[in-house]
Nanobody, 118 residues
Framework: QVQLVESGGGAVQSGGSLRLSCAAS????????LSWVRQAPGKGLEWVAT????????PVADSVSGRFTISRDNAKNTIYLQMNSLKPEDTAIYYC???????????WGQGTQVTVSS
């Protein structure tokens, strides 16, 4: 069974940094493209960043470009999101998941809360 466990969130001041982790199991981790998405209070899911299975293709949303970096360690079945220069508008619950429209749609972790104060 697919399991996705996000961690690393917290409360920081504007300009601060956090590194999120997503530990995954139950599927062929090294063969999957994975993403970070977020949900701000009262809003829908927003795509943040994606990393291809081999790790060399890592698109990020315009809203976080130049500040956030996605990476993965296939030996540890874990993806990361390094978040620098955080802004209050980055406040959200952050989730990792696989491609939408696949079996990943049925599996969501608990997410990790990021709160950025001005």
């Amino acid at each position: 069974q697919v399991q996705l466990v996000e961690s690393g969130g917290g409360a920081v001041q504007s300009g601060g940094s956090l590194r999120l982790s997503c530990a995954a199991s139950g599927f062929n981790f090294g063969g999957e493209t994975l993403s970070w998405v977020r949900q701000a209070p009262g809003k829908g899911l927003e795509w943040v960043a994606t990393i291809a299975s081999h790790g060399s293709i890592t698109p990020v949303a315009d809203s976080v470009s130049g500040r956030f970096t996605i990476s993965r360690d296939n030996a540890k079945n874990t993806i990361y999101l390094q978040m620098n220069s955080l802004k209050p508008e980055d406040t959200a619950i952050y989730y990792c998941n696989g491609p939408s429209g696949t079996y990943f749609d049925d599996y969501w972790g608990q997410g990790t809360q990021v709160t950025v104060s001005s």
